[in-house]
T-cell receptor, first 113, second 115 residues
Framework: EPEVTQTPSHQVTQMGQEVILRCVPISNHLYFYWYRQILGQKVEFLVSFYNNEISEKSEIFDDQFSVERPDGSNFTLKIRSTKLEDSAMYFC???????????FGSGTRLTVV | GENVEQHPSTLSVQEGDSAVIKCTYSDSASNYFPWYKQELGKRPQLIIDIRSNVGEKKDQRIAVTLNKTAKHFSLHITETQPEDSAVYFCAAQIDMNTGFQKLVFGTGTRLLVSP
């Protein structure tokens, strides 16, 4: 069964540093998402991406965040200057079309120290 | 506003018993309701989903029911087994102003099945 893959699985970074989280969605999927989950809390929507542009973003997704699909396979989330409160599990998700199910990646645990 | 409430937050059952988790949603236009199982430190795994044109769906020991009028949907697990122990999240798909969609998740239910 096709999977959404994410790297790295765990990243520790100093506060104020930039991090890039990487995702490889399923190859024929057209809609891409980033969600995050703070430890012990629910999964929260960050941003959706379609046709090489952001289609929607949440209040969490401020100017410190950006997403990119630099080539036909990778989908990245960049945090320019990390804060302690950015520590969370970040999940990438994709789906083939609207009204289809979402497939989640295995997540990147980001720890900001 | 968009909100999904989920109850209970924790549920302990004996092996073989049934477990029911309930969710309510606020956006009456929501039309897709997946349930995810998340084991510790792992990704949410889709276990069952239902669309708004259907009232009930079953897959072996798992079933989901939807009441659109009341904006309720529930997960039913029968003959629970210890390996069912996990956190379960409900979600509702929301149509955004842009015409695109996103999932809004419930707060999760920690299910513990004791042997």
């Amino acid at each position: 069964e096709p999977e959404v893959t994410q790297t790295p699985s765990h990243q520790v970074t100093q506060m104020g540093q930039e991090v890039i989280l990487r995702c490889v969605p399923i190859s024929n999927h057209l809609y891409f998402y980033w969600y995050r989950q703070i430890l012990g809390q629910k999964v929260e929507f960050l941003v959706s991406f379609y046709n090489n542009e952001i289609s929607e973003k949440s209040e969490i997704f401020d100017d410190q965040f950006s997403v990119e699909r630099p080539d036909g396979s990778n989908f990245t989330l960049k945090i320019r200057s990390t804060k302690l409160e950015d520590s969370a599990m970040y999940f990438c998700a994709s789906r083939v079309a609207a009204d289809y199910g979402y497939t989640f990646g295995s997540g990147t645990r980001l720890t900001v120290v | 506003g968009e909100n999904v409430e989920q109850h209970p937050s924790t549920l302990s059952v004996q092996e073989g018993d049934s477990a029911v988790i309930k969710c309510t949603y606020s956006d009456s236009a929501s039309n897709y309701f997946p349930w995810y199982k998340q084991e510790l430190g792992k990704r949410p795994q889709l276990i069952i989903d239902i669309r708004s044109n259907v009232g009930e769906k079953k897959d072996q020991r798992i079933a989901v029911t939807l009441n659109k009028t009341a904006k309720h949907f529930s997960l039913h697990i029968t003959e629970t087994q210890p390996e069912d122990s996990a956190v379960y999240f409900c979600a509702a798909q929301i149509d955004m102003n842009t015409g695109f969609q996103k999932l809004v998740f419930g707060t999760g239910t920690r299910l513990l099945v004791s042997p």
